[in-house]
Every structure is written in structure tokens, then in C-alpha cells.
């Protein structure tokens, strides 16, 4: 076990420079102003989630006031603020329902052990693992929940018994005659001010604002009755160990603290990327995040405080108004604690419809109606996902939600995963019927199989059909007896098939379970293949191959090169000159892997240069001159190959038949120029290619434009090699002064 990639010692090592760090004077002015700005929000924010969290008002700040310090001591992101969060809020809730305060200890506790493993192990990665779409139903479902939930209190009713949304729909029906006027222009004003403040200036703490402004008016003007915080404490509690007997009664308990653990973490990270955007060059450390977060929520849970998370509220507060260090954190959690000691009685006076106003602006923001529309614009199957999270959340359950958000979420992936698409090409009547099969080809492919299946019928033998399967990504055992039921089926009435394109692998895969030992002799490499399978009954398929390939390029290529060739219409820039020969079986473009515009090509027999001669009329002189005085190319490539007939005709002393006037004459003159160097005719057509290219490389050196630029340093010339049997490629290297041969260079696994 590699014990320095783990970090069994939480981190420690790394973080004490970092806490040396935090003597230092500098950025203290910048630390101390954003930490008191982002206390003044968290005030008001920990005891409205406290509240949510059916807790007392006091435990969000005492939470608040522990997490603050932990998470920044032991966390990977030096600027974000933890504390309770908006949306755990939910959660909690159901957690102390069903648990009470003791349980909700011990989830806490466990959550905060699960986070420190992750951390350790250097899992948190994988905590991302998480759908966008679930997330986004997540974060709206507990924003319908706490605006429902919260009502109540905004009307100034008495909670209901149960917490279920119809629940409280119900109670807040049967008592609305009974709502209190002060509660109501309470909560409303609150949520005027949280939307007014931000007006005026995004630096003032709205939520604190906020709650000050109406808990002033109301402790003047509303009436005795109106429901208040109450008594808030002046001490933190003694801190206690959570009671693991209690809750091992119960073994449902460790389940909700997977939950706990997954979200809270989840929403950790979130917020620290978040963050990091925001901060601008900053990166956290994702797994030291994690620890820090786990012992805050261990810290939390024995000073008996609700699980927190990283708060981008508070941590994009802190940001903005200037935090250098994670000093900004700490001072945050110590003003908390001076907050406690010296205004804990005017905290007390804070009226509950004020905190259930603050929390249904928050729940408002957390639906955010735009992200649906906006995935609904995207992709219909994430607003699907998102409408499922949304609605089981808060018509059944929070656990029943994510994991059937999850579950929505595989069965869409494995959907467009598992979709074959198959698309009939447009062929004239005496071309082969043209299909071509895309994605996998497993049992999720068998209705686009039947589907061509139910037409073998209708086509005719004298045609036969040609199935490209270069798209097809994998096939399993289904796939492939449903492939041979098709190939069947089409035996059945005469009509002889091709599979073309098909890889070594599914080859070898469909060979090996072909039974009946058909298939092999249907496999097609090429278009050569493809007429020599289908030969006695086609006769005239390559007429119309270069028709057939445009359709295919208009189909499947032009759509996805329209915007490059939009900006290619205002000119050209290639970065490189290759000069190669005519030889249909070399393709610049596929030995290089270039696009449209790129590559600037010269294509002649036997890729001859011609020595530079002032006044002469030559196009590949024109070329080169076109390429490297006006398009400024950085390189130049020469590009011979073996079997070349060029090279046969001048080294060989065959004659040429007589009716093939021009080529005869191009013979002639180049033997006589000097734009190709005689050899022994002892030496091999393939070393004369090697040779020859090297000499032309030496003729391009005559060209004073080419010679200038490259003793500048401007301009690099290169002689390659394309061995065709094998398709390798040999590069001429000066140093070692021989060619050498390429080997690709294996990606690097992140």
C-alpha cells in the first residue's frame, strides 16, 4: 500500500505551513473585513436553517460557529465558509423526526467519519459521480418542501403534526381564516428586503438587513402575541459523545447517514468548485476538503449541532469582499461567538414569520424554474430526470427522490448507450442497397434489427446489400444472434450481404459464434472487398462510389464541418506544405490526421521537385513559392512511399508501351534533368524511393525562398517514407542520418 499517496495523517503535513501562514500580518486587514461581512449573513442564515432543520434557532449557530473553524483549519479550499446549509436543511428535518437530536448526533458523527475515509483514501473524486439533472431536482424538491413547510410559521399558524407536504397543504386549509396579518406583512417584507437590498449593493449583508429592519418594526408595532425566537444561549454546550447504543437499536439510522454523507458531501464540492471559479486561479485540494469537512461535522456533532456542508452563499460572500486567507473563516465563526455573548438578547427578539420569510426567498431561488426550461432546451431526457427527482422528493420522500432520480438517470444512459441507429443511404438501381449501422449492437438493438429484417422481402437479389459497421462500438451475444437471424433471413430470399468495416475484434467475436461458419466469408475491408463479394451480380457498383461518398459526406461530415468551413471561406493558413505523390493509395489527410485547411499539398508523379531555375514555367515551383511567400507555411514534408511506380519507370529499363506518349516524354526529361538522381541499378525500387525523396529535399534547397527562410530558422524541412504494406511511416532523422520508424505513443491514463 502506498502510504504517501494516502494521508493517514489528514493532511497535517501539508497544512502546517499553511497555519504558520496565519500569523502573518499580511492580508490580515483583507481577512478581517470579509470575515465580519460574511458573520453578519451567517446570523440570520443559521437560525433561519435552523429552523428548517427542526432544530433550536441557537444550534445553527452554534454549528456555524464550530464548522467555521474546523473546516477552514483542516479544509482543501483556503476561502470557503461551512456551515449549515439551505439544502440539507430537509433532511435534518426528517432526521430529527425520525431519530430525535440523539440520533441526528450520530448521523452526523458517522457522516463526518464516512467523509474523513473519502478523504483519506483519495475517493472524492468519485463523490462527484453524481447527475446534474438528480442534483438540480434535488436542490428544487427541497425548495418546494421548505416553502410549503414554512408557510405555516409566514401566516403565523401553529406547525401541523405531520411534515408531509399534503399535510401541511391540509392544516394550512383548515386554519388560513386563523392567520395573524402581522406574520404575513412580516414574512412579505422580509422578502422585499432580501430582493430590494441586493439593488442597492451586492456588498451589504441583505439577509441581516433584512431580519434587523422588520424585527425592529415589529418589536414596535406588532402585538404581544407574535411568535419570537426566544431564549438564545450565551455559552456554547459542553461538548458530549455521540450515544452509539441508542442508535444501533435502529440500523436504519446508518442508512440515513450514507444519505447525509453522499449529499453533504456532494454539495461540499459543488461549492468549492464554485468557489474556485469565482476566486479565479485558485484549485482545491477535493480530498483534503473532505477531511476538513469531516471533522467539522464530528466537531459539530459533539457540541451537538446539525451536519454542514461548504455554504457558496457565505464562501461567494467572503470572496467578494476580499478574503486572501482562511483566516477569513475563522474570524467568521469568532464574531458568531461574540454575537452569542453580547447580543444574544435582541437575537431572542427576532420574530419566527421574519426566518420563515428569509427561508421561502432562499426556497424560491433553490427552484429556480430557468434551469428546467434550460435542460428542456438542452435535453429532454435530463428534464425528464430532473422532473422525476423533483416530484418523488416532494410527493413521497427525500431517499425515494434521489434514488429514483438515479435510477431515471441509468435508465436514460443506458438508453443512449445501448441505441443502435441504423440509416439507409439513397443508391441508384444498380448499386447495392447501403445501410450503416451505429452504436452497439446488443439486445437494446432488436427492433432496429427486426425492423430491416421485415424488409429483406422486398429487395432484390441482383442488388445485394452492403451493411457498414465501422460506427458499431460493441456487440455481445445477443447482438450477434440477432445479426445472424437478419443474414439469415436475407439468405432466405437470395440476397447476398456484406458487412463491411467491421474491426478485428467483433470479427473474430462473430466468427467464434457463428455456428453455421457463414459469416467470414461476408466480411468486406474495402470498397475492393465489397466488389469482389458481391461480384457476378454487381458489375457496375464503383460507377457511382464517388456519388455514394458524397451522400455520405452530405449526411454525416458537412453538418459537422460547417462552421470550420464558414471560417475557411475568408482564406486559408495552412501550417505545412506536403508534397507527395499521385499514388491512390496514399492519403495526406489520413496519414496525418488533418482537417480542412490545414495542409497545403502538392501532388505530382513520383513527388519530384524541380530545382529552382529563374524564368522557368513550373506548377510545383508556383506551389512552393504560393505556399511559403504568401500563406507562411512552418514546414515542409516529402513524402515518397514503397511500390512506387514512379521510381520503376526511371530507375527500370522497361520499355513503356508505345501508345503513352506524355508519359515516355516525362521520363525522358527528368532523366536528363537534374531533378532525380540516377542510381546503381543494383539498388531495390524501395531504397531508390528512400534516396530519391532525399534528393528532392536537397532540390527545394535551391529555391532562394525556401533557403532564406530556413537558415532564419522559419522554416523546417522533412523527408518521410510511407511503407504500404504495413502502413507504417519512416521519418528521415539528420542526427542518426537514417530513417526511423514510428511507433505510437500510448495515451497516459489520468
Known amino acids: 500500500m502506498n502510504t504517501q499517496f494516502f494521508r493517514f495523517d489528514l493532511g497535517v503535513r501539508s497544512l502546517l505551513p499553511k497555519w504558520r501562514g496565519l500569523l502573518n500580518r499580511q492580508y490580515i486587514r483583507d481577512d478581517l473585513f470579509a470575515g465580519v461581512t460574511v458573520a453578519l449573513v451567517a446570523i440570520p442564515l443559521s ?33 470557503a465558509v461551512s456551515g449549515p446549509a439551505a439544502a440539507m436543511s430537509i433532511l435534518v428535518a426528517m432526521v430529527v423526526a425520525r431519530y430525535g437530536m440523539a440520533g441526528l448526533i450520530v448521523v452526523g458523527f458517522v457522516c463526518g467519519a464516512l467523509q474523513i475515509l473519502t478523504g483519506v483514501f483519495r475517493l472524492g473524486r468519485f463523490v462527484r459521480l453524481m447527475p446534474l439533472p438528480v442534483i438540480e431536482g434535488f436542490t428544487a424538491g427541497i425548495g418546494a418542501i421548505i416553502i410549503i413547510g414554512q408557510l405555516p410559521r409566514a401566516l403565523g399558524l401553529p406547525a401541523p403534526d405531520e411534515s408531509h407536504i399534503v399535510d401541511v397543504i391540509t392544516h394550512i386549509g383548515g386554519l388560513i381564516h386563523e392567520s395573524h396579518a402581522d406574520a404575513v406583512l412580516i414574512a412579505v417584507g422580509t422578502m422585499l428586503l432580501m430582493w430590494f437590498v441586493p439593488k442597492v449593493s451586492n456588498k451589504l449583508p441583505s439577509p ?17 402575541d407574535l411568535a419570537l425566537i426566544g431564549s438564545i444561549p450565551r455559552t456554547l454546550p459542553l461538548p458530549t459523545m455521540p450515544n452509539f447504543s441508542d442508535a444501533l437499536a435502529d440500523s436504519s439510522i446508518f442508512g440515513t447517514a450514507l444519505l447525509v454523507y453522499g449529499l453533504a458531501s456532494l454539495e461540499t464540492l459543488l461549492s468549492s468548485t464554485a468557489v474556485d471559479k469565482l476566486a479565479g486561479a485558485r484549485h482545491s485540494d477535493l480530498d483534503q476538503e473532505l477531511i476538513g469537512q469531516g471533522l467539522g461535522n464530528m466537531a459539530v456533532s459533539i457540541f451537538g449541532g446539525i451536519p454542514v456542508t461548504g455554504v457558496i452563499v457565505r464562501s461567494a460572500t467572503s470572496v467578494v469582499a476580499g478574503a486572501k486567507t482562511r483566516r477569513a473563516p475563522i474570524v467568521h465563526s469568532l464574531v458568531l461567538l461574540a454575537v452569542i455573548f453580547v447580543f444574544a438578547p435582541w437575537i431572542s427578539k427576532i420574530p419566527i414569520a421574519a426566518l420563515a420569510g428569509l427561508l421561502l426567498f432562499i426556497a424560491a431561488r433553490m427552484m429556480n424554474p430557468e434551469k428546467l426550461l434550460n435542460l428542456w432546451r438542452i435535453s429532454r431526457s435530463d428534464a425528464i430526470v430532473y422532473g422525476v427527482t423533483f416530484f418523488v422528493i416532494v410527493f413521497v420522500g427525500l431517499l425515494e427522490g434521489v434514488q429514483w432520480g438515479l435510477l431515471a438517470a441509468f435508465a436514460v444512459l443506458a438508453l443512449q448507450v445501448g441505441r443502435t441507429q441504423i440509416s439507409e443511404f439513397a443508391s441508384d438501381h444498380l448499386d447495392p442497397y447501403y445501410f450503416e449501422l451505429e452504436g452497439p449492437l446488443t439486445f437494446l ?38 445479426l445472424f437471424e437478419l443474414l439469415e433471413e436475407f439468405n432466405k430470399h437470395g440476397v447476398r450481404v456484406v458487412l463491411k468495416g467491421l474491426k478485428d475484434k467483433e470479427r473474430a467475436f462473430l466468427v467464434k459464434a457463428d455456428a453455421k461458419g457463414q459469416v467470414a466469408n ?26 455514394k461518398g458524397l451522400q455520405k459526406y452530405l449526411h454525416s461530415k458537412q453538418p459537422k464541418y460547417r462552421e470550420l468551413f464558414s471560417k475557411l471561406a475568408d482564406g486559408q493558413s495552412p501550417h505545412t506544405l506536403f508534397i507527395t505523390c499521385s499514388d491512390s493509395r496514399i492519403q495526406p489527410n489520413l496519414i496525418t490526421s488533418t482537417e480542412p485547411g490545414e495542409i497545403f499539398i502538392i501532388r505530382n508523379v513520383g513527388n519530384i521537385v524541380p530545382p529552382f531555375h529563374r524564368g522557368a514555367i513550373c506548377s510545383e515551383a508556383a506551389g512552393i513559392d504560393y505556399a511559403v511567400g504568401v500563406l507562411g507555411v512552418r514546414e515542409i514534408v516529402v513524402c515518397g512511399h514503397s511500390g512506387c511506380g514512379a521510381m520503376k519507370a526511371l530507375h527500370g529499363s522497361d520499355p513503356l508501351p508505345k501508345e503513352l506518349h506524355c508519359l515516355a516524354a516525362w521520363r525522358k526529361e527528368t532523366l536528363r534533368g537534374d531533378s532525380y538522381h540516377k542510381l546503381p541499378k543494383s539498388i531495390g525500387l524501395d531504397q531508390v524511393a528512400h534516396v530519391n525523396i532525399l534528393h528532392q529535399i536537397e532540390s527545394l534547397r535551391t529555391h532562394p525562398i525556401i533557403r532564406v527562410r530556413e537558415e532564419a530558422g522559419e522554416l523546417k524541412l522533412s523527408a518521410w517514407y510511407f511503407d504500404i504494406p504495413t502502413g507504417s511511416v519512416e521519418i528521415w532523422s539528420p542526427e542518426t542520418r537514417k530513417y526511423e520508424k514510428q511507433s505510437a505513443h500510448k495515451p497516459v491514463k489520468l
Do not use: H, W
Request: proline content about 3%; glycine content about 10%; overall charge neutral.
Open 47 to 79: 437560525l433561519a436553517i435552523a429552523l428548517a432543520s427542526g432544530v433550536e434557532p441557537a444550534v445553527g449557530l452554534v454549528t456555524a460557529i464550530v464548522a467555521g473553524i474546523v473546516c477552514a483549519l483542516f479544509g482543501g479550499n483556503p476561502l
Open 445 to 482: 438493438s432488436s427492433l432496429k434489427i427486426d425492423q430491416l429484417k421485415s424488409k429483406a422481402s422486398d429487395f432484390d437479389p441482383a442488388r445485394g446489400v452492403v451493411i457498414n459497421m465501422k460506427k458499431m462500438t460493441e456487440i455481445d451475444g445477443t447482438g450477434a444472434e440477432m
Open 522 to 547: 461476408m466480411f468486406s475491408s474495402s470498397e475492393r472487398d465489397t466488389l469482389q463479394i458481391l461480384r457476378g451480380i454487381v458489375d457496375l457498383a464503383s460507377l457511382n462510389r464517388l456519388s
Open 208 to 224: 441581516l438587513i433584512a431580519i434587523g429592519a422588520v424585527s425592529i418594526l415589529a418589536y414596535y408595532l406588532a402585538g404581544a
